[in-house]
């Protein structure tokens, strides 16, 4: 038995929480005997990001490097130990598939929470919960993520919680808890946000523009209410609260890199890769075709064609009809539904973060997976147009629009399944890139002695050393230097492989335009393979002296 928000016992979130689970489980499996656990590359860098802490020629924190945020990788790190739940991928998907029963227990708490408050709305509040927990939990897209090592459905469902904890924040200062002696409640609640918040921070950016707008909506509150001194005192303590995470990344970054901003523009910023890479990017700073583009993306999550048009219109009768029949804070709290949409406009139109959708120019998927970040909004959606429609009809009509509503979810889904779900077509393109380069180079890997050290850029192939359990601690890469040394670190160990391979390592692998190929000292390195690959820059695999002396 699970208790609700207004205290009351009953089995609904266990139901769904089991339920979540059993689907969690199902695809994991599903997609895990298929081999598409490890096919994104994202996916494969997150792992091996999380292996470095202590895997690694230089073990540490630092491993953690500066472009992706901390949280997702320091999770992974206790699943990822066993050899075999890292070169499987397994441990980098159960942080994820425990984000999915999360997220979908939170978004039948949060509809619940908010139709329970009203008396309108409250006879439907757990057939429309149900709704909208199957509305999110059912979607394709973010059913073959969970299975993943991405990091959308972690941070899914700490943005979820957030909204959670905040709703039931916000439905206290309406009746007026603070003054009528739930003061401790209330501040207890606003601290769990601000939890959720902070971890939402360190997952994703996005988590730092939901801050902010967080933030200032408990600034407007407590203006509004400056009397109250429990209520400053708990919106100064979650400002304290959401501050800290953005706050300590900068410093890291200004004290290790000498950049504060270090992950948006530098080497392996975003904005780097953009440049050398030189991805079309259809929305260069034009913001209204980067938001058509991302509503377009978060369309294709849901929907086949056309039809995704009619979830982006219940989006928006649901939050209009919540506004004139709720009314109040409560109502309001679903424009925070919508933070996506202007934060992502900003990334692609003016971050150098393009987003490609199939049926658009440049007609490729990149950065598909953008668009998930809106199933929240959706599902929500879902559940309050059956409750504001309900309302309207009055009573004897709710398992009818429940059956409709429902009808509707399955059937566009259905379409989703039959035509492939764009986020995992996203990650097989990905795969099928590297493929052929990879395995080839996998193949003369195999021949090596064991034991053999390797030195080698891993931004991109890290996935060979996993393939192949080879750990980590035995390939020096671009990690095991020293970033605070400025202009760069000549007593690095990175940079002392380089500069003499043979003293370090018995083979070089290069990848023509990499940090090996560009920089590595050749003098004394024996060829013994040059490998091509359709679409794919050559690899050079070079055997030291070290090497040869191995073999005799």
Known sequence: MTANADGIRDGHLARVAGLAVLASLGSFFYYLQRGEILIHGDAVAHINIARRVFDSVTPGLLQLGTVWLPLPHLLMIPFIFPNKMWQSGIGGSIPSMIAYVFGVVGIFRLVRGLLASDSRTKPAANVSAWVAAFAYGANQNLIYMQATALTETLYLAFFIWAMVYFTEFLKGQRQNQIEDGSASEAGRTLRQCACCVACAEMTRYDGWFLAGVMGATIVVIAARQWENRTLRTGAVKFLFGISVAPVLWLVYNHDVYGNALEFANGPYSAKAIEQRVGAPNPAFHNLWVAILYFLKSAQATLAVGNWGRFWLLAAVLASLLALWILRGRVAALLLLLWAPVPFYAYS???????????????????????????????????????????????????WKLAAVVGVLIVTSYAFVLKAEPLCWVE????????????????????????????????????????????????????????????????????ERALADPGRYVNYVIAFEGDSVDRAVNRTNLTLLAVIHSLGQPPARIYATQRAQNQSR
């Open 348 to 398: 692609v139109a003016y971050g150098s973060v393009p987003l490609h959708v199939p049926m658009w120019w440049p007609f490729a998927v990149f950065n598909f997976r953008f668009g998930i970040e809106l199933l929240p909004l959706f599902a929500v959606s879902a559940g309050l147009l059956l409750a504001l429609i309900y309302a309207r009809l009055g009573r004897g009509q709710l």
């Open 427 to 494: 990650a097989s393109r990905s795969w099928a890139m590297r493929r052929g380069l990879d395995t080839s180079v996998e193949r003369v890997l195999k021949g090596f002695p064991p034991n053999s050290r390797f030195l080698m850029d891993l931004g991109t192939h890290v996935g060979i050393m996993e393939r192949l359990g080879i750990p980590l601690r035995r390939v020096v890469n671009t990690e095991d230097h020293r970033p605070w040394k400025r202009p760069a670190d000549t007593e690095g160990l990175w």
